[in-house]
């Protein structure tokens, strides 16, 4: 596969991004959803701020008080047995690793908008802020999916009753209709596809299973966008492949003459995160026809593999010209870059297996 990376990579950096609150460094400006808006590509960061510490001991962790609406900043002793910081992400309680407790920055959604596609400058504002009680630990990972004149973006909201997918839509990016949350907890990486396919809308979701099962992605369908049900298990992990430890949706389905052509992402359990993708069935998309054996694109870049969390390339949106795919994708937890890709070699490979 053929991956022409942007020259200007990383496109945003969190250097780029001024924190919205005092006291705060932003450490992440990733892992964004993308649309086409007038003359701009629009990308809806993640981005990630934490408070900063100037004892090394304390470690603190943001909170929306949804009374204020301010933050309020939970700190932690280093040096308190009772916790576990191994993971720099989030703090756990060590008796029970599996329910986390509180994260150590607190994510939004903010815009970074372009005429060229490869130099980006960041709003002032946010986009979208944590205004519910399902938000109070932050919202991530958004994605956006353009159904004819109305853009849908779907994020994680994240909060101490787990993480769940909510969905709001515009027609221009200023006045939002909130339309809830669309999948209960867990569940992350929900991509709408961008039409109906036998008078349904359609989604692609990943449920986190605990008891059984594993991390895998499956297919829903709706009527209107906010009750989703007919759910159909889709793309499971595969044992001591790139994408062993779990998968999830990146892209929002691209609609090809041989099918739908789903990028997305695959870990391994130690958390190497690549891409890959997959053909699903025109008329019926939970129908598999075909998914690459190998990776399309793995972390090769010095900014892929280091970084808050190295190695990972994180993709959530992508613009179509023809046969050219330019996926904007996250790196390593931290920054934005880009790059493109034919459809075609992907369709090939998918289908070689
Ligand atoms: C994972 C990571 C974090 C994220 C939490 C909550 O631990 O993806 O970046 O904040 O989940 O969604």
Known sequence: MKIE???ENPLVCPLDVPPLHEDHEV????NAGVAQYKDEVLL??????????????????????????????????????????????????????????????????????????????VDDEAL????????????????????????YINFSSVSPVGVCDSL??????????????????????VLIFPEKINEQYYALHRPSLK??????????????????????HLIGIRPSKWDSGRVGGGLVPIKTQE???????????????????????????????????????????????NGFFGDVVFGCGGLVDGDRLTMYYGVADTSMAGCTMSISEIL?????G
């Open 259 to 305: 099918g739908w052509l789903v990028i997305y992402h695959g870990a391994t359990p130690e958390n190497r995160y690549c891409m890959g993708a997959a053909l699903l069935d025109l008329d019926d998309p939970s129908k598999l026809i075909a998914r690459s054996e190998h990776p399309i694109m793995e972390p090769e870049e010095e900014y892929e593999k």
């Open 348 to 352: 090939k490979q998918v289908k070689e």
């Open 5 to 7: 990376r942007f020259l």
């Open 211 to 232: 008891s059984i099962g594993n991390y895998d992605i499956w297919i829903a369908s709706s009527p209107d966008l906010q009750s989703w049900g007919n759910h159909k």
């Open 168 to 189: 709001v839509s515009t027609k221009d990016f200023k006045i939002f209709k909130d339309m809830g949350n669309i999948f209960a907890p867990e569940n992350k990486d």
């Open 27 to 30: 450490i992440g400006a990733f």
């Open 44 to 121: 809806f960061l993640r981005v990630a701020e934490r408070p900063i510490s100037r004892q090394r001991n304390i470690v603190k962790a943001p909170v929306i008080d949804l009374e204020t609406n301010e933050l309020e900043i939970v700190e932690f002793d280093k040096n308190d047995e009772r916790y576990d910081f191994e993971d720099p992400r989030m703090i756990r309680l060590k008796d029970k690793l599996d329910s986390f407790i509180y994260l150590t920055s607190l994510s939004y959604i903010r815009v970074a908008r372009s005429k060229d596609g490869h130099r980006f400058t």
């Open 128 to 151: 979208l802020y944590p205004n519910n009680k399902y938000q109070i630990f932050g919202i991530e990972d958004a994605r956006c999916t353009q159904i004819e004149d109305t853009y």
